[in-house]
């Protein structure tokens, strides 16, 4: 139990143009979740927090009109990245808390991005 | 603010051999510390965790004990395998926060 998904697993795209990352929870409902960036060798940087059915918090000093996110459903949310730049290559991941269990969250196997 | 400093790696360990993974935090108040691992072209897991000092979280044989006095939540291990390769990662959940801060991980390679 408690699986969460990413599509796509990776994704090659051409600079300025935009790209989609679905994060879903498989068999559970998730009021939350969560975006982070894990640049190679370095932590996971938390990026913003999704909330089904609110707009997004997101963390200080990420740009909230280049990373629009949307959470639409209690296991759908959606990160896209827009006009995306060479910087914006990074690994993306995910993360959901079951609502029963704040305690815990289950991470996606995230979205490799490159841009070129 | 809060921050998680872990060792760095690559850590490379023969099979059967002791490990630990070093793991200090600061944060404000009394934060949950959580280790997760990340298996090969897996997402993260959720390996042990604890909520309180002195607790000690244990899974798979793995252990860590919450130091409020060290301010440290050290990873253990007392006889690895090869299938324990893998990345680790260190987080602290501030009290009544939802938000994770994590260590920049250790990469662990098991060789037979």
């Known amino acids: 139990g408690a699986v969460v998904s990413q599509h796509p697993s990776r994704v090659i795209c051409k600079s300025g143009t935009s790209v989609k990352i679905e994060c879903r929870s498989l068999?559970?409902?998730?009021?939350?979740m969560f975006w982070y960036r894990q640049f190679p060798k370095q932590s996971l940087m938390l990026m913003a927090t999704?909330?089904?059915?609110?707009?997004?918090?997101?963390e200080q000093g990420v740009e909230k009109d280049k990373f629009l996110i949307n959470h639409a459903s209690l296991t759908l949310s959606t990160l896209t990245v827009t006009s995306a730049h060479p910087e914006d290559s990074s690994f993306y991941i995910c993360?959901?808390?079951?609502?029963?269990?704040?305690?815990?969250?289950?991470f996606g196997p995230g979205t490799r991005l490159l841009v070129l | 603010g809060n921050s998680v400093t872990q060792m760095e790696g690559p850590v490379t360990l023969s099979e059967e051999a002791f490990l630990t993974i070093n793991c200090t935090y600061t944060?404000?108040?009394?934060?949950?510390l959580f280790w997760y691992v990340q298996y090969p072209g897996e997402g993260l897991q959720l390996l042990l965790k604890?909520?309180?000092?002195?607790d000690k979280g244990s899974n798979k044989g793995f252990e860590a004990t919450y130091r409020k006095e060290t301010t440290s939540f050290h990873l253990e291990k007392g006889s690895v395998q090869v299938s324990d390769s893998a990345v680790y990662f260190c987080?602290?959940?501030?009290?009544?926060?939802?938000?994770?801060?994590f260590g920049t991980g250790t990469r662990l390679t098991i060789i037979p």
């Open positions: 604890a909520t309180k000092a002195d």
């Open positions: 993360s959901a808390n079951r609502d029963r269990d704040q305690e815990t969250q289950y």
């Open positions: 944060a404000t108040g009394y934060p949950s």
């Open positions: 987080a602290l959940r501030p009290f009544g926060n939802e938000k994770l801060t």
């Open positions: 999704s909330n089904e059915g609110s707009k997004a918090t997101y």
């Open positions: 068999d559970f409902q998730a009021t939350t």
